[in-house]
C-alpha cells in the first residue's frame, strides 16, 4: 500500500487585493514535505505575491493557512521564520556595508543576553554555510565587494541557516551562471532528502521540468492547474500559463537591413583600461547587433561608454558620420541614444513615481509651455503609449512598482520612445519576465527596426541573441574576438569565437 504524502503547508481561498488589481483570487494549494514544487505564470499572474503572504510580508485579505495541520496567522515575516518558513527574494535583501557573516546571520549576531558577539564562531558557520552553496569565500569580506552571482548564494545560505521545513525560492537563478545553476539543483535535491519543502518560482522552464516534483500553474490570480511534473513538457506548461498555444517562440521580421544599410553609429577604439580595450563596431539603420560573451567579459561596460555612463579613456564615437562627445546619459540621450539596464528597478524606473511620470521623464521639455509642466498632455501621452505597447494597468497614475515585470520592462521602452530615440541600448531585455511578455517584447524590437530605429542587444540567453540578431559581436575579456552574420550565429560558433585567441573588429 502506497504511503498518504504528509502535507506540511495547505492554502485555503487565499485572496488578496490592491488598489485597481485583484492579485490573488481563492487559491487553494497543497505543499508535500520533501517535494520541489514549482509555480510558475506570467509576470503579473500572483506568484510573487502569494509568497510574499506565506512570508509575512503582505497580510491576506481572505483565506486560511493551514501548517502542519494546525491554523496559522502569519503576521510578519519573523513569525514566518518561526514557523519554519524562510524566502529567498527576486531582489537581494542584503546589506552590502556588512559582511557575508553579518547578512547570514543579522538579528541573530548576539549571544542570549544580547550582550557580546562570539566572532569566531559565526565566521565558521558562515563559511560551513557558503562551502554548502559552492563556494569558497572569506565571510568577512563586505557583499558590496561581491559579484551579482556571489550574493544570490549568500541569500541562499541565509535562507539555509534557518534551517526552515518550507523553503521559497524566487527566481533564485536569474543572475547565475549555468555551472552556478548546477550548484543551486545540487542544493535543492540534498533538501529534499533532507525532508524540507523547496517552493520554487521560475521562468526558466527548463529548470523546473528539472527539478520539480510538481508543477502548479497561476493565471489572473488563480490556479489554472497542479499536476506531477512527469505529466508536463515545456509547451504544455506555456498553454497553461497563457492561455494559448505559442508556436513561435521568436517571432520573424518582415525585412532585414541589407549590407548597405546607413552606419548610424560607429565607435572606434574604444578603451578604458583595465576594463576593455580598442572596441570597433558599426551599427546600421533597422538593424538589431547581438552582444554575447560570458558574465564580467566587459559587454555592459561598453554599451555604459557609449551612452555616457562611463567615461573612457580612448576612442571615438560617430552618429551618422560625425564624431560627437557623450560625456554623459543627458547629452546622449539629446543624441538620439537610449539604454534600458539589466536593473530596471533601480536604474530604469522611478518606482514610487506614476507611469505617467515615468513615461515622461526623459522628454519633459516637449512637455513643458512656459516653465510649466502640461499634466494633461502628460497624461495623455502616458495613455498613447499604454494603448500601443498592450502596458496592463488599471490607470496612468499606477505606480511603476504595482506592475509586473514585463510591463515594468514596457513602461521603460515608452520613456525612451516618448524620447525620440534612434538608437536602443537594451541590457538583458527579458531577464525575469516570463514567456508571454517575452514575445511581446521581441514583437516590439522588430516592430522599432522596421521603423528605421537601430538596436544593441545584450543577452546572457543564446537562443534568444541567435534568434533576433542580424549580427553579434563576441566579447571576451574586455575584447571583441569576433561578428558573425547570418547562418554563422550559431551557439558552437559563438564558444568558439570566445576561445579563439586572436582578436577581430566589429
Keep these: ?36 514544487h514549482s509555480l510558475c505564470g ?30 496559522e496567522t502569519i503576521r510578519n515575516p519573523q513569525d514566518a521564520l518561526s514557523k519554519g518558513q524562510s524566502i529567498i527574494f527576486q531582489e537581494f535583501n542584503l546589506v552590502d556595508a556588512l559582511s557575508i557573516a553579518e547578512n547570514i546571520f543579522m538579528g541573530r549576531l548576539s549571544n542570549k543576553r544580547g550582550t557580546w558577539v562570539n566572532w569566531r564562531q559565526l565566521n565558521e558557520e558562515a563559511k560551513k554555510l557558503m562551502l554548502r552553496v559552492g563556494y569558497d569565500i572569506d565571510p568577512a569580506t563586505l557583499v558590496r565587494d561581491l559579484s551579482v552571482a556571489e550574493k544570490q548564494m549568500v541569500e541562499i545560505a541565509k535562507a539555509l541557516s534557518y534551517h526552515s521545513r518550507v523553503i521559497i525560492m524566487d527566481e533564485p537563478s536569474a543572475a547565475l551562471t549555468s555551472n552556478e545553476v548546477e550548484k543551486l539543483m545540487k542544493i535543492i535535491r540534498d533538501l529534499k532528502r533532507e525532508k524540507v519543502t523547496v517552493i520554487y518560482i521560475s521562468h526558466k522552464l527548463e529548470e523546473v521540468m528539472e527539478i520539480s516534483d510538481r508543477v502548479s500553474v497561476l493565471r489572473d490570480g488563480k490556479i489554472i492547474s497542479t499536476n506531477d511534473a512527469k505529466e508536463l513538457n515545456q509547451e504544455r506548461i506555456v498553454e497553461h500559463m497563457v492561455g494559448r498555444t505559442i508556436d513561435q517562440e521568436y517571432p520573424k521580421r518582415a525585412t532585414a537591413p541589407g549590407g548597405d544599410a546607413e552606419v548610424v553609429l560607429e ?91 515615468n513615461v515622461s521623464c526623459a522628454n519633459l521639455s516637449a512637455l513643458t509651455k512656459r516653465g510649466f509642466l502640461d499634466r494633461r498632455a502628460e497624461k495623455r501621452v502616458c495613455e498613447e503609449y499604454i494603448e500601443k505597447l498592450s502596458i496592463k494597468t488599471p490607470s496612468p497614475e499606477q505606480k511603476a512598482l504595482n506592475l509586473s515585470g514585463g510591463n515594468q520592462q514596457k513602461v521603460v521602452l515608452a520613456k525612451w520612445l516618448f524620447a525620440n530615440s534612434n538608437i536602443i541600448i537594451l541590457d538583458e531585455p527579458t531577464r525575469g519576465i516570463d514567456v508571454g511578455a517575452k514575445m511581446e517584447i521581441y514583437h516590439l524590437m522588430n516592430r522599432l527596426v522596421e521603423e528605421g530605429k537601430s538596436i544593441i542587444m ?12 542580424d549580427r553579434v559581436i563576441v566579447v571576451y575579456e574586455g575584447k571583441i574576438k569576433g561578428t558573425l552574420t547570418g547562418d554563422e550565429i550559431r551557439a558552437e560558433n559563438i564558444m568558439q569565437t570566445i576561445l579563439r585567441k586572436e582578436e577581430v573588429a566589429g
Excluded at 502535507?7 to 508535500?32: E, W
Excluded at 509576470?43 to 481572505?62: C, E, F, H, R, W
Design 1 to 36: 500500500m502506497l504511503m498518504e504524502k504528509k502535507v506540511v503547508l495547505s492554502l485555503r481561498g487565499i485572496t488578496k487585493s490592491f488598489p485597481g488589481v485583484k492579485a490573488l483570487d481563492g487559491i487553494y494549494l497543497d505543499f508535500y514535505e520533501g517535494e520541489v
Design 458 to 469: 545584450i543577452s546572457s540567453e543564446l537562443p534568444e541573441l541567435m534568434a533576433m540578431s
Design 42 to 71: 506570467e509576470n503579473g499572474a500572483g506568484k510573487s505575491t502569494l509568497m510574499k503572504i506565506l512570508s509575512g510580508v503582505y497580510p491576506l485579505d481572505q483565506g486560511e493557512i493551514y501548517i502542519d495541520g494546525k491554523r
Design 267 to 357: 565607435v572606434k577604439g574604444l578603451t578604458r583600461k583595465g576594463v576593455f580595450e580598442d572596441i570597433s563596431f558599426r551599427l546600421h539603420r533597422g538593424e538589431i547587433l547581438g552582444f554575447a560573451g560570458l558574465v564580467g567579459s566587459g559587454r555592459t561596460e561598453i554599451v555604459r561608454a557609449v551612452f555616457g555612463a562611463d567615461k573612457p579613456e580612448g576612442g571615438e564615437i560617430l552618429l551618422n558620420g560625425r564624431r560627437v562627445s557623450l560625456k554623459n546619459p543627458g547629452k546622449a540621450i539629446r543624441f538620439g541614444l537610449a539604454f534600458l539596464t539589466e536593473d530596471r528597478k533601480h536604474q530604469g524606473l522611478h518606482l514610487d513615481m506614476t507611469l505617467s511620470k
